[in-house]
């Protein structure tokens, strides 16, 4: 029947934006982990550089941690879920490169939210570009830079890029603790706090859409059980026509036998 087709083809809707909201949730984790780790990075750029009571040593030590904590920001941007990355860490050039924004369709992910497949409605969740949230100048000064140009471009220590990410995929790409301003820190939480309203807004978006499909697959189930409780109500009713006349035939049959029981037993 055709409405269990549709209540089928509804179902594999709500697991598509199921899949989508689970995708947003662990990248929106991942953008939480990020935001402490740079507020760790700025309380050691403060410790490290701004207190003049602070021995060489104990700016080593916050340099390790720093730029230990460039590593993990890096590991961090390039965390998969279900085989898919997490965040655009490529440019338009194919190149390895962080970007700020990208209409690439590399860079999004579409949730088919309707029966019809490619062919119906979706909602693209953009990979959020976390390695361009974490940029700086490529200059003596490395100040903070604009979140919203798509030609900045660039990654690790090395390069002429004008615009950088302070994560680091290798020790030799890390920077120390004097190297960058505190401004930058600043920067890249509020840039972390566009792109979770970016997944905020997403996950809106697949609330209300799981809401619709559940609302959809409920009243089609309720028309198919009707269509169904006409279908029972009317074999019952046949049922119990077809029993009577069973019932009756067979009690003329007994009442025939009986008959000719009585013609012999006269016979007799």
């Not at 940029?135 to 604009?146: G, H, L």
């Amino acid at each position: 029947m055709k409405l269990n087709a549709a209540v089928n083809r509804l179902s594999g809707a709500r697991n598509n934006v199921q899949n989508g909201t689970s995708f947003l949730e662990v990248q929106d984790g991942v953008l939480e982990g990020v935001g402490r780790i740079v507020t760790r990075m700025a309380e050691l750029k403060g410790l490290g550089s701004q207190d003049p009571m602070k021995s060489s040593q104990d700016i080593e030590s916050y340099n390790l941690e720093f730029r230990d904590l460039q590593r993990q920001l890096y590991d961090m941007s390039q965390m998969t879920f279900n085989g898919a990355s997490l965040f655009a860490n490529f440019a338009n050039d194919g190149t390895t490169e962080s970007v700020f924004r990208s209409a690439s369709t590399n860079h999004t992910i579409s949730i088919h939210t309707s029966t019809r497949g490619a062919q119906g409605t979706k909602i693209s969740l953009h990979k959020s570009a976390l390695l361009a949230a974490l940029t700086m100048t490529n200059d003596s000064a490395k100040t903070a830079v604009k979140f919203s140009s798509s030609t900045h471009t660039g990654t690790g220590k090395a390069g002429s890029s004008d615009v950088i990410s302070f994560a680091a995929s290798v020790s030799n790409k890390t920077w120390n603790l004097d190297s960058v301003s505190m401004g930058v820190f600043q920067k890249a939480l509020e840039n972390i706090s566009f792109l979770r309203a970016q997944v905020g807004g997403s996950m809106s978006r697949l609330s209300f859409a799981a809401d619709s499909l559940s609302v959809q697959q409920t009243n089609i189930r309720a028309a198919l059980g009707r269509i169904e409780d006409v279908n029972i109500a009317e074999e019952s009713s046949n049922l119990s026509k077809y029993s009577i006349l069973t019932q009756a035939a067979a009690s003329m049959v007994a009442q025939a036998n009986s008959t000719n029981d009585v013609a012999l037993m006269l016979l007799r």
